[in-house]
């Protein structure tokens, strides 16, 4: 399955501003660092390396020592100022909301967190951030749910629930899934005896057991009990990387107009995460997802003042 574009994205502005803070590293350092393998850093490195400013002369792109390229290591020597790139306001917000969506799922990698905290800081109007971000899942706990489940294991978990009420629980992960730009992890919870549909943001902990799971997953998905209404988004075709993040949504494609067809829990949530797209966007309902949108821009464009 290729890979969607704002994770690549979000790998390839991270690895330029790694090596204009380290220097140099060696290829299997960065696939470590980033979570992918040796090739795909070569991969992304050859991708750099025919990118650049407006012009696209040799002078105008991103360049690295090939020498050092062909033993194993790589060396910036160009980085065109990627790495202090400046946004509007409107800029940063949009980016916030794509990379909320890219962090929600639970599988972004570290540097994502971080480029997001970062954004986050950055602008300066607060209430338009609000509006576009999501809860704080940790990358070590997400990774943790991920091995477990792949491993097929229990993890044992410290959670708080909304009331911040702290407990210490077995479960046998099944899923993690996303829910208006929130990670679930679906699982059987041996504490409550009964199948439970868990925050992923509200896990303080994870570690990882050895004992393995017995129970089956869940027939019915925790988004099926959650849903409040379906909304319907028309959007340019380049535009599909986020509306396909959405959970049980169906789409329909043509070369340059892509429909999506889902759930919608949290209106806010959703709202903020097709504002990162906004310029894509055809048309949006039902009403209250596109007031609710309107809302959102209101404030983003407020931002700029």
């Not at 090939?66 to 940063?92: K, M, Y």
């Not at 704080?136 to 044992?156: F, G, N």
Request: hydrophobic share 45%; proline share 4%; with cysteine.
């Amino acid at each position: 399955m290729a890979e969607r574009t704002a994770p690549r994205v979000t790998r390839l502005l991270g690895l330029v501003t790694y090596l204009e803070r380290e220097g140099e590293a060696t290829v299997e350092e960065l696939a470590e660092h980033f979570g992918v393998t040796a090739a795909q850093v070569r991969r992304d490195v050859e991708l750099l390396w025919v990118s650049g400013v407006p012009g696209h002369a040799p002078q105008d792109l991103i360049d690295f020592d090939g020498w050092a390229f062909d033993e194993g290591v790589i060396r910036l020597t160009n980085s065109q100022g990627v790495g202090q790139v400046r946004l509007s306001p409107r800029e940063g917000v949009a980016l916030i909301g794509a990379l909320s969506a890219v962090v929600a799922g639970g599988a972004a990698p570290e540097a994502a967190h971080t480029a997001l905290t970062k954004l986050i800081d950055a602008v300066g109007d607060k209430d338009a951030v609000r509006s576009v971000t999501t809860g704080s899942v940790d990358p070590a706990v997400a990774a943790t749910l991920r091995d477990a489940i792949d491993a097929a294991v229990v993890v044992e978990v410290g959670y708080a629930d909304a009331n911040d009420k702290r407990t210490l629980r077995v479960i046998e992960p099944h899923r993690i899934v996303v829910i208006d730009g929130t990670s679930y992890v679906e699982c059987f919870c041996r504490r409550a005896g009964d199948y439970r549909t868990l925050r992923v943001d509200r896990i303080m902990s994870a570690v990882i057991g050895t004992e393995a799971v017995t129970t089956p997953a869940s027939e019915s998905s925790g988004f099926s009990l959650i849903a409040n209404f379906e909304a319907e988004v028309v959007a340019d075709a380049h535009a599909r990387w986020l509306l396909e993040s959405f959970p049980g949504v169906q789409l329909d494609e043509t070369d340059k107009v892509v429909t999506a067809r889902f759930g919608v829990a949290d209106v806010s949530a959703i709202a903020g995460q097709l504002l990162a797209v906004g310029t894509a966007l055809t048309t949006v309902g039902p009403e209250p997802l596109a007031r609710e949108l309107a809302r959102q821009a209101r404030a983003v464009l407020a931002a700029q003042a």
